[in-house]
């Protein structure tokens, strides 16, 4: 293999495929990055058996081939060059660089302990506004928490139907969902629960990039394709496996009656949380005391080491008066990933799931466990 590319371009595609890379003691070959050539193509794959990065780099190949360079010691190596166009050629499992004033040999691997990457070919897949579905993946992916008892809530569930991406995570205390319109509808319903780290490394790599996204399915697999700009061939694709069981009927928890409901300037109920938290007591509980007649909530925390806190927050108020204790840090991580500038506030009951959702927006819904006051 011989090639010459730009320092630049190199650099960002180790960036992107180094990110799932750490120390693998009892598969050290995990460490490594699979470079190979593919028609006018430099390709980088890396893989932690649960999640595979491949990435394509439109370059210049003078030789085709491939070869297996540890992939942060490469990283390393690369960003410490200057920036200009760099020849990399592989010569018995070595990779040997040149550039300017520097000419360096890098120990290599046998590429065919690389282990086999899954192709995706002749496959259903859909298509989604790449930055529509980043933003929804954004809104429920810190909800998800590992479980060992029920690993299918450690993932974030995917549902497509018609038109429409339902976008779903729960630790079982909380759970958001999030609703993608879709401009083509699917052939068929598709669902399945994607592991959390995965779903991180797609929002990390593709938050910021403004184009169409491909899903496929495959079995106990997914891949998210994102294509180039400038001619049509993949730029990034990340496959992960998916977590098998099935995903609990969480719409059976979300109240469609209630009791209580409510209307605030969201930033100003945000911040008063935030300070009430800090007089929380081990329980991290903040109450809620919903007052129909002066038309405001009251929130009160009291920490017997500290002190206590007691602030009101105007609001539209229909319904009873109830008084409600809450975790605080999930009311604050439920009103963060709201964008709208006034959040509705439904409460079932004293001990029931209560819904936080953007004013004048369908898509996102909240639903938040109280716990008793102590």
Not at 30 to 56: H, P, V
Not at 95 to 124: A, D, H, M, R, V
């Amino acid at each position: 293999m011989k090639i010459e590319i730009l320092k630049e371009n190199l650099k960002k595609g180790l960036n992107i495929t180094e990110r799932i890379i750490g120390k693998n003691i009892s598969l050290p070959i995990l460490d490594n990055i699979l470079i190979t050539t593919e028609d006018s193509f430099l390709n980088l794959i890396s893989t932690n058996l649960e999640t595979t990065i491949k990435l394509w780099i439109l370059t210049k190949i003078i030789k085709k081939g491939k070869v297996v360079i540890p992939a942060k010691f490469l990283s390393n190596y690369v960003s410490s060059l200057p920036n200009e166009k760099i020849t990399i050629e592989e010569k018995s499992q070595n990779l040997y660089i040149e550039c300017s004033n520097f000419k360096t040999q890098i120990q290599g691997y046998n590429p065919e302990e690389f282990p086999i990457i899954p192709e995706f070919s002749n496959l259903e897949y859909l298509e989604v506004d790449n930055k529509k579905f980043c933003q929804g993946l954004s809104q429920v992916i810190d909800i998800a928490m590992p479980s060992q008892s029920r690993p299918e809530i450690s993932g974030i569930y995917f549902n497509f139907n018609k038109n429409n991406i339902k976008i779903v995570a729960t630790d079982s205390f909380r759970l958001a969902e999030k609703n993608i319109v879709l401009e083509s509808p699917v052939k068929k319903e598709y669902s399945f629960i994607l592991p959390q780290r995965p779903s991180r490394e797609i929002m990390s790599i593709l938050e910021d990039k403004e184009g169409v996204l491909k899903i496929y399915f495959s079995g106990n697999q997914a891949l998210f394709e994102f294509p180039m700009e400038e001619i049509k061939h993949p730029q990034v694709q990340i496959i992960s496996r998916l977590i098998e069981g099935e995903y609990p009927n969480y719409q059976e928890i979300i109240p469609n009656k209630f009791k209580t409901n409510i209307v605030l300037k969201k930033d100003e109920f945000l911040n008063q949380i935030k300070t009430a938290s800090l007089f929380s007591n081990k329980t991290n509980e903040v109450r809620l005391s919903v007052k129909p007649e002066k038309k405001e909530v009251e929130i009160f925390a009291k920490n017997t080491d500290i002190g206590e806190n007691r602030s009101s927050v105007q609001a539209k108020i229909e319904g009873d008066a109830i008084e409600v204790s809450f975790n605080y840090r999930y009311l604050i991580e439920g009103l963060s990933n709201i964008k709208s500038s006034e959040v509705a506030f439904n409460i079932s009951k004293e001990e029931g799931p209560c819904i936080l959702k953007p004013v004048g927006d369908s898509s996102y819904v909240y639903v938040a466990m109280p716990i008793k006051s102590i």
